[in-house]
């Protein structure tokens, strides 16, 4: 058995103002990341792999808030988070703040492979960079047309859903290979405004990302503030492990019941040791999709 799932970010705006047209190109967005990381579990390699793979073409993709088309600063620059985590021996690398990587997500995994460390930020992580002969990119590389307004919009005081679809972002993937291996990664520009060196959930190890092999693999999205406060990722994780929750049960109680209860909403994805997969959210919607060997095949935003 081998599955992976993968998110888009949670806070879908409200099914009536999203056009069928760019419902398609979300979609289409989410497949094809979808099917890059089946594929990759498909030829019997790594959830490592697959995660990576599956992550880089939504961080490749405008339409989702990491890599290019990430969200923007207050001062209207991307500063892009990402984290990856391997099951086996729990090893993670995350970066933060990171403003001319293009693919934070490959070098969350550099930091995991060849450095002494789990998460470098800013000016240290891309000199890391240079030095692993990543390419860099001038920072207007991630900023699109779309977010700059979305920007503006958000400085004016207006509602951000009412521009794009979703107001916070932040893609990730999880996924259990055939060798029995978990994994997750997740990839992000963070919220729209936010101040320049905010750093949110999604490179924080067991915040938004976590996986621990014969347990579980879990990537979060939402507001970030709040996952790091619960440690979310590794919550759900310790809930099954510990408290003999089922991975939905686990996912729904951190969700609905403790992030709720702080004011907090967002989404989760997990994949369980058995491959089972829960999406589960508390915003309007959660852009997502699941694929199995037993044949399951899903795309879904509300
Ligand atoms: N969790 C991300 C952050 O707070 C944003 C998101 O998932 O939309 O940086």
Redesign the pocket.
Known sequence: MYAIAIHG???AMPRAALSAEREQLYRAGLAAALDRGYAVLAGGDSSLDAVAAAVRVLEDDPLF?AGHGAALTRDGAAEL?AAIMDGRQLRAGAVASVRHVKNPIDLARRVMEKSRHVLLVGAGAEEFALEEQFTLVPNHYFRTAERLAQLESEQRGERMSELLPTS???VGAVALDGAGNLAAATS?G??TNKRPGRV???PIIGA?TYAKNGVCAVS??????Y?IRAVAAHHVCAAVQYRGLTLQQAVREMLHEILAGMGGD?GLIAVGQDGQVVMDFSSEGMFRGARDSGGRREIAIY
């Not at 979060?220 to 503030?225: D, I, K, L």
């Open positions: 970010g949670a806070g808030n988070d916070k972002g932040t992000t963070g919220m949110g959930d999604s938004g979060a999205t939402g507001h970030g503030e996952f967002g």
